[in-house]
């Protein structure tokens, strides 16, 4: 029954969905007070229904119910409740339907809450917003529907891909969801204002608080994602470049970018076509990304089952929609008036070279993500590994940094270069001692890594500077949120440079009783043992890690084997110091007792996560100064 | 010229799309093919790493040959370790890639496991593994008359391989 009511729950959200998309055409053409009322609350209600389709199908793993194939199919009686629970979300179907979930109560919370939006803009908003579900809705319903039952019933499930039964899971795809999806408000925003001609600051400050809730989830799911990759893949390395990265990174760069240029035309009126287009890029590369990668177009490690028609059916959803609205924009934006000019040398002028840096690197990390295609659509078989991104994104990303660093010290409008260059003496002076100490201690680390280092300190110290001569207690909101972000991305490039210059490995077969030395520890096999756990039985190295004089402590690095389905990972043990990570991998036994592990020391790359983590905390610091402030100019408005 | 500008994002929207849907209509070739088959072995110059047996220097061209690569920490390479040693007897020279590897882990490895090798090169920071195109170890190449590498084999050689390598050493003379 649950199985059934989740398909009707489904069906009637798209009901609601054909509602408010008639509603909102309606109230868009000039429609009375009564029908905008009457579109919120449908929005809200298919928000609702959507929601209790998706609550539906987590219940049904919840209870195991094996006479549904997407369960007997991914789920497994014995796993533990909260990768039931995940299991939902860990296959293609669940995360379509988690996806579509994610798009009605982003409209629905659009409903609710968006009070700034001319009533126009906001009708033809949740108009697009319905518009966008229904061809997912159709598309769940015709070419995936996750209710199909299973006839007679399964005795037992497939289980899930032991590599998704982790903490992790349970909260990274809904994370990176409400970011992706959450993305589509700015553009539904976008294509309203394309419809009504409605550019302007009001827009931009309407849209603002949507774009950082999006982008703060997009960069929260990135960075845990990238630790989860870390630890549970058991190769060392944070971030591998895989098409899904890539698919989480784009719609990243380009909300970043919009984050940037929608300030721009909240405060100076200035980068409107620019703006729209970031909004309706910023969804397109989300849309692109999650469904090239999901449907096995792009060889991906994250790609579910290849089906063609699901792929014909998202591809043709991708041309209507991604289509339909840079068409809208090329036929519209023309007459959509010229926003406010400004100097080079002005806050304008540095976020906009911000935006076209942050679009190189975009375009950079599309080319490579889709270069096996072109190069297969003309008969050559390659893909694109980490040294062409890590290449050509590495000098661009650093200049970014340095931009990053000037433009919070200019003035709107214009500046002059001589108080810019008396400001940043300090932060650069820092920076190139930094890097000639570094350049000193390691001549032979890679030189990029060593000017990453420069670049950091620069980056953080100079973005400090906005708080200096200003009464910290009286400093708004959001501009803690903007130097907190500033300094969590010097934090993370320091990261990325500490661990591209200073990390080490060592790839040893050892025997109970040996010693291996890495980085400043030594590390003993003391016993290799069994472990168990509730679905899997292991074997476990105890090592002895000791480092210089003080204490040692013990690492337990498993090889892990599930039964269901019969699968072996390694669960590499981390262990984290002040100054970095050690990390230890156990491999195979051989037949005389040796044993293969992979130990690396990486000195400060928990500044990576932690500079990502910043990056998130300046964002909500950012959101929550800007909602209380349109708060505080409402009551006084209506109090004038 | 201005008007034309904004149409740009659509029409590089239609072709990106264009290309995904021939990506759909042509499944990926997802079979890892060598791109050095029939290329010239890229120049060897490894420093020996026993004391009584030569590193790989030039010697390619002639009689057919195999190149190994392997390691002594390497568990698939003390499984094919029999089957190299078979080749050895029915007379095929072989130069082993000894990657990232000491004298005395080497030293205990073929004690243990049989020397099928003529040649062990030194390739410690692994420079010749990599321009060989191989990923991990154990790898084998088998190279021709004219030092062309002719084939690639993934992985470690078992007993079922042996008649696909003898028949590619013998097309290759």
């Not at chain 1, 540095?350 to 942050?358: K, R, S, T, Y």
Request: charged share 15%.
């Amino acid at each position: 029954m649950i199985a059934e009511a989740g398909l009707a729950a489904l069906w009637m959200a798209a009901a609601f969905a054909v509602i408010q998309l008639a509603l909102g055409v309606g109230a868009a053409r000039g429609g009375s007070d009564d029908l905008m009322l009457a579109l919120r609350r449908i929005a809200l209600v298919q928000g609702v229904l959507a929601m209790l389709a998706f609550g539906l199908l987590v219940m049904l793993f919840v209870q195991s119910d094996m006479s549904v194939l997407l369960v007997a199919t991914n789920s497994h009686s014995a796993k533990p409740l909260i990768y039931k629970i995940a299991g939902a979300w860990g296959n293609h179907e669940g995360s379509m339907l988690l996806w579509v979930t994610v798009l009605a109560m982003a409209g629905a919370g659009v409903a609710l809450f968006e009070r700034r939006l001319a009533l126009k803009t906001l009708a033809a908003t949740l108009g697009a917003q319905a518009f966008i579900g229904l061809g997912f809705y159709a598309f769940l319903a015709f070419a995936s529907n996750p209710f199909v039952r299973l006839n007679p019933a399964a005795p037992e499930g497939q289980g899930l891909n032991p590599l998704l039964q982790d903490p992790g899971l349970a909260f990274h795809p809904p994370t990176l969801y409400f970011g992706y999806v959450g993305l589509s408000i700015a553009f539904s925003f976008a294509v309203g204002a394309l419809i009504m001609r409605d550019v302007g600051p009001a827009f931009a400050r309407a849209m603002r608080p949507w774009v950082l809730a999006a982008w703060i989830f997009l960069t929260i799911g990135i960075t845990a994602g990238s630790y989860w990759a870390y630890y549970e893949l058991g190769w060392g390395g944070w971030w591998f470049w895989d098409p899904v990265e890539n698919a989480s990174l784009m719609p990243w760069l380009a909300a970043t970018a919009l984050l940037h240029s929608v300030t721009v035309l909240a405060t100076r009126d200035g980068l409107r076509a620019w703006t729209l287009m970031l909004a309706l890029v910023a969804f397109a590369m989300s849309m692109i990304g999650t469904f090239l990668v999901r449907s096995g177009i792009l060889v991906s490690v994250h790609a579910f089952a290849v089906d063609p028609t699901r792929g014909s059916f998202i591809l043709a959803l991708l041309g209507i929609y991604i289509g339909g609205a840079l068409a809208l924009f090329g036929a519209r934006v023309g007459t959509v008036t010229q926003g406010s000019t400004f100097r080079i040398v002005s806050r304008e002028g540095a976020l906009v070279l911000n935006n076209l840096l942050l679009t190189v690197i975009l375009g950079l990390v599309f080319i490579g993500t889709l270069y096996p295609l072109v190069a297969q659509a003309v008969g050559v078989q390659l893909s694109i590994g980490a040294p062409f991104f890590n290449k050509t994104i590495a000098p661009i990303a650093l200049v970014l940094a340095l931009a990053t660093a000037v433009g919070p010290l200019l003035n709107w409008r214009r500046d002059v270069l001589d108080t810019l260059a008396r400001k940043l003496l300090v932060p650069a002076a820092l920076g190139g001692i930094g890097f000639a100490v570094f350049l000193a201690l390691n001549p032979r680390a890679p030189v990029i890594a060593l000017i990453g280092i420069g670049v950091a300190i620069f980056l953080g110290v100079a973005s400090m500077l906005p708080l200096v001569r200003r009464k910290l207690r009286r400093t708004p909101l959001h501009i803690w949120g903007m130097v907190i972000a500033h300094v969590g991305v010097a934090v993370c490039i320091g990261g990325v440079s500490a661990d591209v210059a200073y990390k080490t490995e060592r790839l040893t077969a050892m025997a109970v009783g040996q010693k291996a030395a890495v980085g400043p520890f030594t590390v003993e096999l003391v016993e290799v043992r069994p472990a168990l756990g509730p679905n899997w039985s292991a074997v476990e190295a105890r090592l002895k890690v000791t480092r210089g004089s003080s204490k040692p402590f013990e690492m337990f690095p498993q090889q892990r084997f599930f039964s269901a389905p019969p699968t072996n990972t390694s669960e590499a043990a981390i262990t984290t110091v002040l100054d970095g990570q050690l990390y230890t991998v156990l491999g195979v036994g051989d037949a005389e007792g040796r044993w293969q592990l992979r130990l690396w020391w990486k000195p400060f790359i928990t500044l990576i996560w932690l500079g990502g983590a910043l990056i998130a905390l300046g964002g909500l610091l950012a959101l929550i100064g800007r909602v209380l402030r349109e708060r505080r100019t409402a009551d006084q408005e209506s109090y004038a | 010229m201005k008007r034309l500008l904004l149409w740009l994002p659509l029409a590089f929207f239609a072709a990106v799309l264009a290309l995904v849907a021939s990506g759909l209509i042509k499944p990926a070739d997802r079979a890892i093919h060598s791109a050095l088959i029939d290329k010239p072995l890229p120049e060897i110059d490894l420093p020996p790493l026993l004391a009584d047996k030569p590193g790989i220097k030039g010697g390619f061209g002639g009689k057919p040959r195999l190149v190994n690569v392997f390691a002594s920490w390497c568990l698939p390479c003390i499984a094919e370790a029999k089957q190299l040693m078979k080749l050895k007897e029915m007379g095929v020279e072989i130069d082993g890639v000894a990657t990232a590897d000491t004298t005395p882990a080497m030293q205990a490895f073929l004690a243990q496991n049989g020397d099928p090798y003529a040649r062990i090169g030194d390739d410690r920071n692994r420079k010749v593994q990599f321009s060989l195109g191989s990923a991990g170890v154990p790898e084998t190449f088998v190279i021709d008359g004219r030092g062309r590498i002719v084939m690639q084999h993934i992985g470690d050689v078992r007993e079922e391989h042996l008649p696909e390598l003898l028949a590619a050493l013998e097309a290759a003379k």
